[in-house]
């Protein structure tokens, strides 16, 4: 076996130094020195030590000249040595740097939406939070997330917050009685409930009155070009409110029939996502339990709600003389930062106008 | 170079003045300075177990020093020399039972070879593969390397109240320095050796100096006489005579073993080298007072008196040299020869049973 | 339930548990200060020494340091030592003795040597005493890998985990409330049920958890209690084992409940609120429904007896928590 080059790296002379520097060297190159025979004079920040070989062999290379500083770990001394096992010298593995994480977006939520949230691919940022401080809920992620994903009955508590915090907008509710004949006779002439009838005539309306159509937003008032009437329906699952898309657009007889299947689906628990969102104005149809009257409050993203008291025959004043009518009240609560008495005076007007008219009734698209 | 055996021929020893520490009360000697007897030279040693006294000095000094080029050829991490201490530990150690219990701090290798700890894996401490001490304290009957001073005190006084309530014929010997007779574990350790008359020996080397701080900086008294004042007997001996120390320590036990209770022995020596590899005794201490502490070497005043006794002579000597080398250079190779051990180990007995925290973290590390 | 339970107090219930260890092994010893003729300053250890010899229970002199020490070496010669340290601050003193070898000698040997020492303490504060006797250094020991901390909160707890701790092969800080001390519980002591390790759901509920341990778990059941009135169903768990914490079954109410509270009377920096809420981050941050808040002592030395109401969690600071969290 031939001489096998071994490099001698500057050890660390103290606890944690970082470096020594060369005094003296004690052997030349070329020198054959033996095990533990004084090498070299090293002063460290600590004290200055002569270092003995670990080998005995040739010297073969001197890697530093005197006064120089030598890192702990850089060779100092390379030996040509006889024999020997040669010392497993392989480095520590060096961990992989890691990149920063993204910068999170500033939104509010708390960790469960943010979970939901990443669960239907909505991005948290491009949503106003509708809770406390803007905090961003459960059901903002729901109806941004739209039709991907069919959500669970909503809970009673999960009901009552929403409620709360539709309370919290500022809200007024204004009465009309309505003499109810026309219409009678017109739905029956279609065979319908008052309903239908009562929707297309509030699309009509909304065509001449769009604020009623509209949202309060930040950025103001959000006119909306689509009518999409939310109709607030009781069922044994609670409180529902399936929507009309495009009601404006559609006949009555197809309102009639878009009511009922909704009605059918939300008995069934079986509405769709976008069949429970969108909703840009709300009818409550309170009259099917026999309420004559009452103050709605607002469903989420709409100004105006309409409750349709119950039709019974009343004493009304008909040209100087009392006469038993049908009739019936119709609530109307609005948003009134989006809009003020007398424009929902006036749609109102128009409204029950159309209503009460025989003429203007069957004008509408049947 | 590293060799002892070139030091303390029969030329004879010329004697300097002690050791500035050394001062005030006279040490129990049996062996002058020079060599010569100072007193009765029948310690109860045949001739076999005196010339294995001085084999182990000799031993010991070559691989303290062994271990020093260890630590400057990276092989080790700090470490704490311990030449011209080599009496006490191994006159103190020798003088044990098998079933005496020895409590170190982290200067005692010599004592740990008569206790038959094996020096690479003792080493395996140093060399930082290890803490306390990878060899087997139960089977050894040596406990733990212990780094904060004094604490191993209390325990070398809990083992040997442990002794007396089982009624064994045994008792422990908890070695401690000068500076750590400074910490009030000493003087609580201590006292409750003195009030449950615990079969123990309070081994003090006091080699002078504290890192860098000299004995009369510790203490305005004389440590020995510390007992005393804890109820039991104190004794000051020239912890450079081996076989001084040997008797003191052998009548330290044996009134341990009649349930006298426990002893206190200052061993006067001398820290020849540095604190550790890591300190430069030049900074606080002249060059003279070492060389004058020299003059006091124990292993020359012992190998004097054997070779004037006629228990070894040149022969013999250089037998044990060429012995001596190579296991001394055996357990260089068995020291360079440990592998840093499986990282799992960290985790392995922190608790009999692993908390799932640590369960958790150990695969983690292991990536399982 | 017309039949009288009969019930007995935390002091007992301990003493009861050394009474039976003590007979039970051979190679327990019982020593501390005080411990002995005079049975304990809370008589902990009344009768203890009448029973079983001044070789087995014995006053020590007072040396905390001491004691512990001469429990690691006893260990070596396989002694089971239970010590007292006579209250919370006075085992500052043998911290260097608990941290540096009770609690590393096992690894430090390589589990050849075991450390079965129970340090006992009285713990914590609430009883109006002199500064040094109201100290929560339960972080010290918590922080130290190796062992091993437990807190009782009723008598049979406290009968359970001392025996457990006992004859636990590694060591076991018990920090007893001493405030709870003299309160009576149930006297049906056995070493069945939770073991060391965890923790234990003491009221169910599920708007919330609070996560409370030692005299502060009777206190929480109070809160509890009180926000029951106001329709809020709180869950209080007992932690009981410190360390180990039960993280699995911290996880498991958070995810019950989305919502946390702890409570206890050390400060709150780096208390162990900070390493309860770090557990359920990590582990149950999905169903976080508010942030977790803490109820705990000030940030404070611990404050003379006429100002320790206004420092220990109270009733109404626990419940404003809960509210807080439960209203988010």
Not at chain 2, 274 to 294: L, M, P, Q, W
Not at chain 3, 304 to 321: D, G, M, N, T
Request: with cysteine.
């Amino acid at each position: 076996m031939g001489p096998i080059a071994r490099v001698f790296a500057m050890p660390d002379l103290g606890e944690g130094l970082e470096e020594g520097e060369i005094v003296e060297w004690l052997v030349a190159e070329g020198d054959t020195v033996t095990l533990n025979q004084p090498l070299v004079e090293v002063e460290t920040a600590k004290a200055t030590v002569e270092i003995p070989s670990p080998f005995a062999g040739a010297v073969a290379t001197l890697h530093a000249s005197v006064g120089a500083a030598v890192p702990v770990g850089s060779p100092l001394v390379t030996f040509a040595v006889s024999d020997g096992e040669a010392r497993d010298d392989s480095s520590a593995a060096v961990p992989p740097t890691q990149t920063p994480p993204d910068r999170l977006g500033v939104t509010r939520a708390t960790p469960p939406v943010r979970k939901l949230a990443k669960e239907l691919g909505v991005d948290l940022a491009s949503i106003e939070g509708s809770g406390a401080n803007g905090r961003i809920t459960e059901d903002d992620v729901r109806v941004t997330a739209g039709n991907e994903r069919r959500p669970s009955a909503p809970s009673r508590s999960t009901l009552a917050a929403n409620l709360e915090r539709q309370a919290a907008i500022p809200q007024v509710t204004t009465f009309r009685t309505v003499d109810c004949t026309a219409l009678e006779s017109f739905r029956r002439e279609l065979g319908v409930s008052p309903l239908p009838v009562v929707v297309a005539v509030l699309c009509r309306t909304i065509a001449a009155h769009p604020t009623v159509n509209a949202a309060w937003t930040d950025d103001g008032l959000l006119e909306r070009p689509e009518v999409n009437v939310g109709i607030a329906a009781d069922t044994e699952r609670g409180l529902v409110v399936p929507v009309l898309h495009d009601a404006g657009a559609k006949s009555i007889g197809a309102l009639a029939a878009e009511i009922k299947r909704l009605a059918e689906a939300a008995r069934t628990g079986s509405l769709s996502p976008d069949e429970l969102t969108g909703a840009t104005v709300t009818v409550s149809n309170t009259g099917s339990y026999g309420s004559e009257a009452g103050t709605p409050i607002l469903s989420p993203g709409t100004s105006v709600t309409l409750a349709v008291g119950v039709i019974a025959p009343r004493a009304l004043v008909v040209d100087g003389e009392i006469l038993a009518r049908p009739a019936c009240t119709l609530s109307c609560t609005f948003d009134h930062r989006a809009l003020d008495g007398a424009a929902v005076g006036r749609a109102l007007t128009d409204l029950v106008e159309t209503l009460t008219s025989a003429e203007r009734l069957r004008d509408l698209p049947r | 170079m590293l060799s002892a055996f070139d030091e303390g021929d029969s030329r004879g020893i010329r004697v300097a003045s002690e050791p500035e520490h050394w001062r005030g009360t006279e040490p129990v000697r049996v062996l002058a300075p020079d060599g010569t007897a100072a007193g009765d030279t029948d310690v109860g040693l045949g001739p076999d177990e005196l010339r294995a006294m001085l084999r182990y000095m000799l031993l010991a000094r070559r691989l303290d020093r062994e271990c020093i080029a260890l630590q400057r050829q990276g092989e080790l991490t700090i470490y704490p020399g311990f030449e011209g201490q080599e009496a006490a530990q191994i006159g103190s150690a020798m003088a044990l039972g098998a079933d005496d219990f020895v409590f170190p701090t982290f200067r005692e290798l010599a004592a740990a070879l008569v206790r038959g700890v094996d020096a690479v894996q003792y080493l395996a401490y140093h060399r930082g593969t290890w803490h306390g001490g990878p060899y087997d304290p139960m089977a050894t009957r040596f406990a733990p390397i212990c780094i904060p001073v004094a604490t191993q005190i209390a325990h070398g006084v809990g083992y040997a109240m442990g002794l007396a309530l089982d009624e064994t014929r045994a008792c422990s010997l908890a070695y401690f320095g000068d500076g750590s007779a400074s910490e009030g574990d000493f003087h609580e350790a201590a006292n409750l050796a003195g009030v449950f008359k615990a079969p123990v020996i309070l081994f003090c080397q006091n080699n002078g100096w504290a890192i860098s701080v000299p004995t009369a900086s510790q203490t305005a008294g004389e440590i020995w006489k510390r007992a005393g004042g804890y109820g039991f007997p104190g004794v000051r001996v020239d912890g450079n005579d081996v076989l001084a120390v040997y008797r003191a320590t052998r009548e330290a036990a044996d009134r341990a073993y009649a349930g006298e209770g426990p002893t206190l022995i200052e061993a006067m020596t001398y820290r020849i080298g540095a604190h550790s590899t890591a300190d430069d005794a030049g900074r606080y201490r002249d060059d003279d007072e070492v060389e004058r502490a020299r003059s006091f070497d124990p292993i020359a005043r012992y190998r004097t008196w054997l070779t004037a006794e006629g228990h070894v002579d040149d022969e013999l000597l250089r037998e044990w040299h060429a012995e001596i080398e190579d296991q001394v250079l055996a357990i260089r190779e068995g020291v360079i020869a440990q592998p840093a051990p499986p990282v799992e180990w960290m985790f392995d007995w922190v608790y009999a049973d692993a908390p799932p925290a640590i369960a958790e973290q150990r695969r983690e590390v292991l990536g399982v | 339930m017309s039949e009288i339970t009969p019930e007995i107090t935390m002091v007992a219930a301990l003493n009861a548990a050394l009474r039976d260890a003590l007979r039970d092994d051979a190679r327990v010893l019982v020593f501390g200060q005080d411990v002995g003729r005079s049975g304990g300053v809370f008589r902990v250890t009344d009768g203890l020494q009448a029973e079983f010899g001044a070789r087995r229970v014995f006053d020590t002199p007072i040396s905390e340091a001491g004691i512990v020490g001469a429990a690691v070496g006893l260990a070596f010669a396989g002694w089971r030592s239970v010590v007292e340290m006579q209250f919370d601050a006075f085992s500052y003193p043998a911290l260097e003795q608990i941290i540096d070898h009770v609690a590393k000698m096992r690894g430090r040997t390589r589990g050849r040597v075991d450390m079965p020492i129970t340090i006992r303490m009285p713990a914590f504060g609430g009883i109006k005493g002199k500064e040094h006797h109201g100290e929560s250094p339960e972080t010290y020991y918590v922080h130290t890998a190796g062992l091993k901390v437990v807190s009782p909160s009723t008598p049979a707890d406290a009968y359970r985990l001392l025996r457990l701790a006992i004859s636990d092969p590694d060591p076991v800080i018990v920090l007893e409330p001493k405030a709870r001390y003299w309160a009576k519980g149930e006297a049906e002591l056995t070493t069945d049920g939770a073991g060391i390790g965890e923790a234990a759901v003491v009221r169910d509920g599920d708007a919330a958890t609070v996560f409370t341990y030692g005299a502060m778990v009777a206190r929480c059941l109070d809160a509890a209690a009180t926000l029951a009135d106001e329709a809020l169903s709180i869950r209080v768990v007992d932690l009981r084992s410190l360390s180990p914490l039960d993280t699995e079954l911290i996880a498991r109410c958070v995810r019950e409940t989305g919502r946390a509270v702890v409570v206890h009377e050390a400060p709150k920096t780096l208390g162990l609120g900070a390493e309860v809420t770090a557990r359920i981050v990590e582990e149950a941050f999905d169903f976080l429904e508010a942030p977790v808040l803490r109820v705990t002592g000030y940030d404070v030395p611990y404050p003379p007896a006429a100002l320790e109401h206004h420092y220990l969690p109270s009733v109404q600071r626990i419940a404003a928590a809960v509210r807080q969290v439960a209203a988010y």
